[in-house]
Every structure is written in structure tokens, then in C-alpha cells.
């Protein structure tokens, strides 16, 4: 038997969760603006809302830290306004992200806002350690949030961001090259050990639904999340709902075929746009170059910043693959917006001229109108997205782990 | 103002479109299994439908023409189970599709079957001529339809399809290098003639919506559809509902920059696919190998069927690169079905291997899962998808024409 979260919600109905999901995304939010956003009756935003307040779950009193609730409530005229809000102590949530070297760990409230973070150092890769430090440091957080004297709420689930092929539904990391893993049971092991509902998930997946929820997709129609560090990644939002793939794959921009065909990827596929655009690309492209064998990757950043010709040169090749490759993406899906995040956008000036070359020469008619946004991000941000993913499971009452 | 349609819906709610399309899409349907597909109450199905039935759009009697409604009559225990179907009658709507040489143009009955056939030659491709001919053959079609002979229902829209970047909201050709046209306000030329709601649509996005809602798309959870012919074109169907583009333009498939850079596009750009795949670009790399400058396309087709190796080298070097794209494709947004139609599948063996080898080299892991299925394919095929558009937006009562 799967565990069920510690405090289940009252949600009976499809409508129920529409509701709580628009208080937890949009909110402060006035029931009759719920009304007009989902299409339902104002009776029957009434009807769902009233018991998540009687569990304490939303709130229709202001909220100090809401500047905004406290203003609207003011301004009520005749019958007050009463904007609801998610009672953001009321449940806990871990997530976890998984890296070669690190494992990060964020304990967050029902609004994914990070209450607590610990790194933990990985000795290696292997699928063994990798588990047994991702339970220790779970342990380390569930204590801190069930302390006493800790004003979290109740864990009501654990979110684990991989990147490479997840199976999602039964919590299995099908192919992770980074992490040299296949047919990893991640969910079943972490559940059996802890007794708490797991949700495994692919990393930029994952930070896609925190943008979708809790992030710049609130009010977009579509985006896209493109990640740019170690790999390539993307997360598509389109037609109401983060893509996942009828098979559990969707969104590998690194894996285009957009390079040279004679590049080898580290998924052993030929011409991927990571055998250019990954920074480990970046750092061999970058030696060979400058005919320094040593060079490290911030070696490489400071030569190419200080002007260095054949440093930039491995900078600009990355741009350009990057760049076809946002124009490939979005001559298929045509995003409103497109949020390019990740570690290696803290060196986005070394590529991005190159990068909007690129894609301007390759997006088609329309589709090169979205907004191109920077958004700068640190590893917390992926173990926050496995958190958010937790979050929408829980809302939704989505199954726990098939086996 | 913009006419309305001659015969509206009875139509108030979220749930009558939704009971009205799962009849249309999935019917012979008992109002029970409705009830179980959408979620709704079997009262509020029941509710929805009686006013269909009334006003003669649906209708639970047995169809002469459907065995199956029969037989399950027939199985009915206690309760008739009155399976509803859509009076395919009830309505007429006409689909043209706009090409460089012809108009093709279609009546079809509620449920896109089509009931009439009209061809037409173009002198030229100048908008003025193409919008003068689509109004004479809409003529003609509605005549026919106007018949007291016919047994057709009164007409409710026109759809035209037409290849490029277009702006279905406000029915404008925004750019369709097939036809040399630039900013062209179709809908409006039209619905000012003919005093009909006109649809203009991209027509791949046309065939995706007939294929998602009276073709193989009715049971699959996302799928894409790709066109292979004088152009490359995708339509893709995810999260239930087909992408439409956040201004207009998605599925540009023959326009991802996968083929090498030196070669320029119709659409200006270097290294689309339809560079080396589109039969225009087919026929001039096969006069290229063959030596045989005044060769057609049907000449090379023949030449490759009788094993001329530089004849087939043509259609090779197409596969390659179509095999490439959609392993981008299902990359990007992993469907569970991929239909292969379009003019190019009656020579589908051709270039089928190499399509395959390179879809599967490329193919990121379970993403290759997706089905590959092949259709056969007809113009009046593009101009029945322009009448399924209508018929989506009817029943959905999108409003008409924006200016």
C-alpha cells in the first residue's frame, strides 16, 4: 500500500480543485473573480470554498504579509470583498533535485515559498548512494519540519527532479545519462523508507510547473522553459497543461539534431544540440581553441570576457546551436513566452548576440514574435519545481505511485 | 456585423458544447457513457441533450446507416439504451482549399462526411483572381445546397484552408509563400460577398482538427499530423486541444533549420527541411543527379522506382532529412500517434528507409515510442478539413469574424 498525505484535502470534485487551484495560483483572489475566471457559478465557489476554510486550508481574512489583500479590503464598498487566500503554513512539502556532484534539498509551504534548504555532497553516482543520501537528507528535513517549534504544517509529500527520460507514473528514472542511470525505482525506494507519497519527476518538467503555478506562467497562455547549463533542456505549458509526452519524453531541445553530425552527444546520439551548446561542450570546444588542455569552465568565462578570440568562439558555436534550436521549438509550438533559465545563463552575454542571430534567421513569420525572458536561477529553484510538482499532485489528488 | 450562422444551436453552457461535441465525435454514444467521459452528471447531460433533440441536431432513434447503434439496441436490457447520434442532416458547411493551381471545394453534412465535390483551375495566384474564383465556387456549392431537391441542411459556414502564416482570428493570409501572398483579409472578402461566417485557417491545422474529431485523432491523447508534398507541414493536437500558436504559428515543420545552410528556402530562410524535401526541391536535385533538366517530378518518381540510383538520391536525401525532423518533433513534444499524409505518401517508398533510420537515430529515448501511421490522402481531404473547422467553431459558437 501506497501512503496517503498526512492531511488530505476536501476536495470532492472536479470544481473544487479548479477553485483551489485559481486561490492557490492567483490568489488573493475575490470569489466572484473565481467565478468569472473558471466559468462556474458563484454558488458553487461558495459551496467548494467553504470547506477548505472550515480545514483551514484558505483563508478569507486578510493577510499581513499581503499588502495588496489589505488594500482591496479596504477599498469594499457596501459587502467587504474578502479576497481568499492559501493558508501557505498549512502543509509542508520537500523537494528534492539530484546533480552528479550534489543533491539539493528545500522544504516549502503549500505556496512553494522555501522555508528551509539543505545541500548534501554525493561521494558518487551510483544509484545505491544516490537513494541512501536522498533518504538521510529527506530525514534531516521532515525532522526540522516536524519540530515543535517549527510553525510548518504537516508533510503531505516528497518531489524528486531528475533530468533525463522519468517515468512519472510509477516513479522510475528510465535514462539519466548524467547521472549514468537506467530503470532506477526511485519512488518505490524512497516511499518504502520513509512512508510518505514520492513523486519522481524530469527536472526541467518540474521547473516548468513551478513557472506554470507559482512563476511567470501564471497569466501566460503558453511558454516554454528553456534551461541551459550542463544540458539543454525545455518545458512546454500549451493548452492549459505542462506537456509531458505520451510517453514521458517531451521538451529535449539538447537532443535536436541541430549540430554537425560528426559530434558525438553524451546520450550517444550524433549532432544533439548539447554536443555544443552543454557546458561541458562549451569547456572542450573552448581547450581545444586556446590550445589549453587544463582550462577550467570559469577559466574559460574570464578569457572569453576579457576578449579572448578563440574562447569566444566556443561561446558564440553554443549561441548559435541555442539560438536554431529556440527557433526550431517555437516554429513547432509558437509559445507566447519563452523563459530562458538555468546556470549558464549567469554567462548569457558570452552567447546571446549570436543566440538572437540565430534565432531570428531560422523562427518563422509569427511564431519569432514571444518574449524572450532571462530569469536567473539557482539550484534551489530545481528542487522547488520538484516541490511545486508534489504541490499540483496533492491539489489534484492525483493517485500515489503505481508499481 | 458579421452574419450569424442560419441555423444557431441551442447552446448555453460549457457542458451542452461539451455533450454536443462528445456525440459528434463519439457517437452512437448512450447518454450514460457521456456522462462517464465528461464528468458530468447523467441529469446534466440529459439536460443538454433534450433541447439537441428537440431542435433536430441529435437524435436517439437507431440510424439505418450505423450497424452498431442497431445491435446495441438490440442488447438492451430493461432501459433502452438509446445510444445518441447527430442528425448528420442538419447542417450543411462548405470547405474550400486554395492551392497555387486550383481551388478544390467541398459540401459536407454535421459530421464532415462529404456530400459534394467541386474543382476549379486558377489562371493565376494573384489574391484579387483566387478571391473572385472562391466566391463563384462557393456559389456554385451553395446553389447545390439550396436545391429544394437536396436533402441537405442549410448552410452554417465556409471554411477556406490555405497554406502559410494566417490569422484565423481576424481571417487574414498573413504570409503564404505558396501563393505569393502578404496580408491578405480573406474572411472578409468573402463574408462581404456571401453574407456566410467564413473560416480562414492554416491547412495543416485544418487537417489536424478533422483528424481530432472525425478521424484517427478521436481516441489518441495527443497526436501530430504531417503533411509531406509541395510543402512539409505539422499539425500537432496535445493536452486536448490542437496548438494553435500563441500568434498564429506552430507546426512549421518543413521550416526547422535541419538541412545544410547553404540552401535558401521558398520562405527565404536557410536550411528548412522543405529545402531538400518539398517535391519542388525533390525534383530539382533529381534533375541535378540525373543530368536530365527537363524531367518532372513524375518522371524522377518513375526513374527511382526503376532503381536509378541518382534518381533515388533525391528522394534520399529528403527521407533523411524528414526522418530528422519529426525525431525533433517527437522530441519536443513526444505525441502518441504521428499520421504521415499528404500528396508526397502515394511515393511514400521511396524515401521511407532513410525516413526511418533517421528518425530512429535521432529519436530521444521513449519518444520513438509513438506510433507511425500512414494515410492516404486526397485535396478534398484539405478542403474537408477547412469544414470540420467550421463545424468545431460552430458548435462551439466562436464568434465570427473579428476586424
New interface residues.
Given amino acids: 500500500m501506497s501512503p496517503r498525505p498526512n492531511r488530505p484535502l476536501p476536495l470532492a470534485t472536479?470544481a473544487g480543485i479548479e477553485v483551489l487551484t485559481k486561490i492557490l495560483t492567483q490568489g488573493p483572489i475575490p470569489r466572484v473573480e473565481i467565478a468569472r475566471r473558471t466559468?462556474l457559478s458563484q454558488a458553487a465557489v461558495t459551496k467548494a470554498v467553504a470547506p477548505l476554510i472550515e480545514a483551514g486550508f484558505v483563508t478569507d481574512q486578510p493577510v499581513a504579509a499581503d499588502p495588496d489583500a489589505h488594500i482591496e479590503s479596504q477599498l469594499g464598498i457596501g459587502r467587504p470583498v474578502s479576497p481568499l487566500t492559501v493558508v501557505a503554513d498549512s502543509v509542508s512539502v520537500i523537494g528534492l533535485k539530484v546533480t552528479p556532484t550534489d543533491l539539493i534539498g528545500v522544504t516549502t509551504d503549500f505556496t512553494a515559498g522555501i522555508r528551509a534548504v539543505r545541500h548534501c555532497r554525493l561521494p558518487d553516482t551510483a544509484a545505491e548512494t544516490v537513494t541512501a543520501k536522498l533518504i538521510e537528507l529527506a530525514r534531516q528535513l521532515i525532522e526540522e519540519i516536524e519540530d515543535p517549534a517549527s510553525l510548518a504544517g504537516p508533510l503531505v509529500g516528497i518531489g524528486v527532479a531528475v533530468s533525463?527520460?522519468v517515468d512519472a507514473v510509477h516513479g522510475v528514472v528510465?535514462?539519466s545519462p548524467f547521472m549514468g542511470w537506467r530503470d532506477v525505482p526511485l519512488a518505490a525506494s524512497l516511499t518504502d523508507s520513509l512512508d510518505v507519497p514520492v513523486v519522481v519527476t524530469n527536472d526541467v518538467r518540474a521547473l516548468t510547473v513551478a513557472e506554470h503555478w507559482f512563476g511567470v506562467g501564471v497569466n501566460a497562455?503558453?511558454f516554454a522553459v528553456v534551461t541551459i547549463g550542463s544540458g539543454v533542456g525545455?518545458g512546454?505549458y500549451?493548452?492549459?497543461?505542462v506537456?509531458?509526452?505520451?510517453?514521458?519524453?517531451?521538451?529535449?531541445?539538447g537532443?535536436?539534431?541541430?549540430a554537425p553530425g560528426e559530434l558525438v552527444c553524451t546520450?550517444g546520439?550524433?549532432?544533439c544540440v548539447e554536443t555544443v551548446a552543454s557546458s561541458d561542450a562549451i569547456l572542450a570546444r573552448a581547450r581545444e581553441t586556446t590550445g589549453k588542455p587544463t582550462l577550467d569552465l570559469s577559466g574559460a568565462i574570464e578569457l572569453a570576457h576579457a576578449g579572448n578570440d578563440d574562447a569566444r568562439e566556443a561561446f558564440d558555436r553554443a549561441g548559435e546551436v541555442i539560438g536554431?534550436a529556440l527557433?526550431?521549438?517555437?516554429?513547432?509550438?509558437?509559445?507566447?513566452?519563452v523563459v530562458i533559465a538555468g546556470e549558464g545563463v549567469a554567462d548569457y552575454d558570452l552567447y546571446e548576440q549570436r543566440m538572437r542571430e540565430a534565432f531570428a534567421?531560422?523562427a518563422?513569420?509569427?511564431?519569432g514574435?514571444?518574449r524572450l525572458m532571462l530569469r536567473s536561477h539557482t539550484f534551489d529553484d530545481w528542487a522547488r519545481g520538484a516541490a511545486a510538482t508534489v504541490i499540483r499532485s496533492y491539489v489534484r489528488g492525483e493517485p500515489p505511485l503505481r508499481r
Avoid: K, T, Y
Fill in positions: 472536479p466559468g533525463g527520460d528510465r535514462d497562455d503558453s525545455c512546454l500549451i493548452n492549459g497543461e506537456v509531458s509526452g505520451a510517453h514521458g519524453v517531451s521538451g529535449e531541445l537532443h535536436l539534431p541541430l546520450c546520439r550524433r549532432g536554431s527557433a526550431a521549438m517555437v516554429n513547432l509550438v509558437g509559445p507566447e513566452l534567421a531560422h518563422f513569420g509569427a511564431a514574435d514571444c
